[in-house]
């Protein structure tokens, strides 16, 4: 379902930027924060051609991967989708309920994982989504108990 950023709904934490302001510690990011932050520095990167060919000249640094981690139900999947449909850009879902079954075959998950950077990479923008990829190391704790 497409959605949008705007769709990331929370406002601006005063308390918080209070706190930071009064003590020297950086307090949770409001949602707002969140937003913003992924607007200034995926959405765009990630959405504009020029400021990527801006990018790949080297002019300035350029971060290429980016780490979404929380609890459930906080909107890492939400921001992902509405990344999708504002920067026009492919996903490759990698979520261990969709290769798990498919590939059991430690070599074939490789070979998978290879062909999906080298077709990201060649069909930019592309965002690789591993959803819920901590359960992949929960089975693995406990067959090894």
Known sequence: MPCQLSDF?????????????????????????IRQAVTEFIAIPLGSSTVREYFANGDLPVNKSFLFFGPQGTGKTMIVRALQTQCNAIVFDLTPSNILEKYTDRTACKKLFRQVYTVAHEYEPAIILMDEIDLVFQIGRASCG
Do not use: R, Y
């Open 9 to 33: 709904i929370g406002d601006f934490s005063k308390l918080g930027t209070v706190q930071q302001v009064q003590k020297d510690f950086m307090p949770d990011p409001s949602l707002a924060h």
